[in-house]
Nanobody
Framework: QVRLVQSGGGSVQSGDSITLACAASDKISTYLMAWFRQAPGKEREFVSSMHWIRTAYADSVKGRFIIARDNAAKTLYLEMNSLKPEDTGKYFC??????????????????WGQGTQVTVSS
């Protein structure tokens, strides 16, 4: 069971960049790792995932966000560029012990970070 602790986030202007980090208590090199976000009153939605070198992105963030993993540091990152007001929400990292084709579904993941708020103003 891996524990996840998030850092980063904050309030930025439209067009700015920000990077989120998710530090794991154990090695995550073989885990399916992901980022989700949740806006007030909305369901948690998939943002990006990574398993080994295979990455996936939601259409809404493709070309702007980059998911990365530092195996030595046991940390997952989400670099968010060209931020838009609609990117506002609470961002969560998540981990599953093995790959699943249902990587876009929150129920696939067993462990979650505490969440960090990202607010983008226009």
């Amino acid at each position: 069971q891996v524990r996840l602790v998030q850092s980063g986030g904050g309030s930025v202007q439209s067009g700015d960049s920000i990077t989120l980090a998710c530090a794991a208590s154990d090695k995550i090199s073989t885990y399916l790792m992901a980022w989700f976000r949740q806006a007030p009153g909305k369901e948690r939605e998939f943002v990006s995932s990574m398993h080994w070198i295979r990455t996936a992105y939601a259409d809404s963030v493709k070309g702007r966000f980059i998911i990365a993993r530092d195996n030595a540091a046991k940390t997952l990152y989400l670099e968010m560029n060209s931020l838009k007001p609609e990117d506002t929400g609470k961002y969560f990292c998540a981990a599953a012990p093995q790959y699943s084709e249902d990587y876009q579904i929150p129920a696939t993941y067993q462990e979650w970070g505490q969440g960090t708020q990202v607010t983008v103003s226009s």
